[in-house]
Antibody
C-alpha cells in the first residue's frame, strides 16, 4: 500500500517561512512525479506545484511562484515544500500527492493523498 | 487560468441519481481528455474516483460514472447512498504542466 505522510505544518507569522515534508512508503519513490496541493478553510482544492521524478523539473501555480520551492530527496523517499513570504491567504491544509500515469506516461490524476498538514499564518 | 465551475451543492434522496457538472474552457477541459474527479469526506483527504473523464480506478464503485462533452465534464452518482454524502471536485489539465480544480460540490443525501 502506498502511504504519504505529510508533516511540518504549524503557526507562522506573516512574512515568515515554513518547510513541509512528505515521506512516502510502499512505492518506488524515484519513479513518480510528486505534487503539493492545498485547501483553504471551507474552500476548494488548489494545485500548487509538481516535481519530476529526478527533481530536475519543477512547476508552480502563479499564486505561489517565486515564494514556494518544491524539492525531493530520492534517497529518503521524501518531497519538500519550502514556503517563504507567507501571508494570511496561505492559511490552508497542505496535501502531498502522487501523479498517476498510464503506460504512455500520460498523467491521469493524483493518488493517493497524504493526510494533510495544516498551516496557519497569523500574528 | 481560472478555476473550473461546479455547482455549490446538489441533493437527492437515497436510491436516486445525481449529476455534477464541471465547466471549463477550450484551453483545459475542452482541449485535453484529462479530467479527473475526487471525493472528499469531512476532515479527510481527497479520494481519486474518475480519470480521463469516464474511467474508474480499481476499487471505485460502479455507481460512479463520468462523461465529457465540449468544455463540460459531468460526474454521475447512481443509486445514491448515505456514504456518498461528501464534497466532489473536478480537476483538469490546463497545459504547461498546470492543473485546475473546480470549486467543489457538496452532495447531500436527504
Amino acid at each position: 500500500e502506498v502511504l504519504l505522510l505529510d508533516s511540518g505544518g504549524g503557526l507562522v507569522q506573516p512574512g515568515g517561512s515554513l518547510t513541509l515534508s512528505c515521506a512516502a512508503s510502499g512505492l518506488t519513490f524515484r519513479s513518480h512525479v510528486m505534487a503539493w496541493m492545498r485547501q483553504a478553510p471551507g474552500r476548494g482544492l488548489e494545485w500548487l506545484s509538481s516535481i519530476s521524478e529526478s527533481g530536475e523539473n519543477t512547476y508552480y501555480a502563479d499564486s505561489v511562484k517565486g515564494r514556494f520551492s518544491i524539492s525531493r530527496d530520492n534517497s529518503r523517499d521524501t518531497v519538500y515544500l519550502q514556503m517563504n513570504s507567507l501571508s494570511a491567504e496561505d492559511t490552508a491544509t497542505y496535501y502531498c500527492t502522487k501523479e498517476v500515469k498510464d503506460t504512455f506516461q500520460v498523467t491521469l490524476g493524483f493518488d493517493p493523498w497524504g493526510q494533510g498538514t495544516p498551516v496557519t499564518v497569523s500574528s | 487560468q481560472s478555476a473550473l465551475t461546479q455547482p455549490a451543492s446538489v441533493s437527492a434522496s437515497p436510491g436516486q441519481s445525481i449529476t455534477i457538472s464541471c465547466t471549463g474552457t477550450s484551453s483545459d477541459v475542452g482541449n485535453y481528455n484529462l479530467v479527473s474527479w475526487y471525493q472528499q469526506h469531512p476532515g479527510k483527504a481527497p479520494k481519486f474516483i474518475i480519470y480521463q473523464g469516464t474511467n474508474r480506478p480499481s476499487g471505485v464503485s460502479d455507481r460512479f460514472s463520468g462523461s465529457t462533452s465540449g468544455n463540460t465534464a459531468t460526474l454521475t452518482i447512481s443509486g445514491l447512498q448515505a456514504e456518498d454524502e461528501a464534497d466532489y471536485y473536478c480537476c483538469s489539465y490546463g497545459g504547461t504542466r498546470h492543473w485546475l480544480f473546480g470549486g467543489g460540490t457538496k452532495v447531500t443525501v436527504l
